[in-house]
């Protein structure tokens, strides 16, 4: 089974920059299709960035300004990036890994098998 950690989390002042990072084990990072996925209050999780072990990347086209997902296969580490953050940015993020990850599928997150307990990311004004 595979073992996902989220750090990075916390509160950052809108406009600030914030890098989120998951730590796999229990499997090779290289064989799986990854996913930062985040959930608001009173709402549903949806899909922010996601990397196939392949290396495409897709990010959500629902937030105004730029994710940027991130592999380090050597590290078995996965990174979120995101300059500029909103206010709106403020919910809990959570990585996400998948065995089998398709491109047409990859932005839902049903179709990811492991999940990590997520990081609360709070954007201050």
């Known amino acids: 089974q595979v073992q996902l950690v989220e750090s990075g989390g916390g509160l950052v002042q809108a406009g600030g920059s914030l890098r989120l990072s998951c730590a796999a084990s229990?499997?090779?990072?290289?064989?799986?299709?990854m996913a930062w996925c985040r959930q608001a209050p009173e709402t549903e999780r949806e899909f922010v960035a996601g990397?196939?072990?392949?290396?495409?990347?897709r990010y959500t086209t629902s937030v105004q300004g730029r994710f940027t997902i991130s592999r380090d296969n050597a590290k078995n580490t996965v990174y979120l990036q995101r300059n500029t953050l909103k206010p709106e940015d403020r919910a809990i993020y959570s990585c996400?890994?998948?065995?089998?990850?398709?491109?047409?599928?990859?932005?839902?997150?049903?179709?990811?098998?492991?999940w990590g307990q997520g990081t609360q990311v709070t954007a201050s004004s």
């Open positions: 996400a890994a998948g065995r089998s990850v398709s491109l047409a599928g990859m932005t839902g997150p049903r179709h990811y098998d492991y």
């Open positions: 229990g499997r090779t990072l290289s064989s799986l299709g």
């Open positions: 990397a196939l072990s392949g290396g495409t990347t």
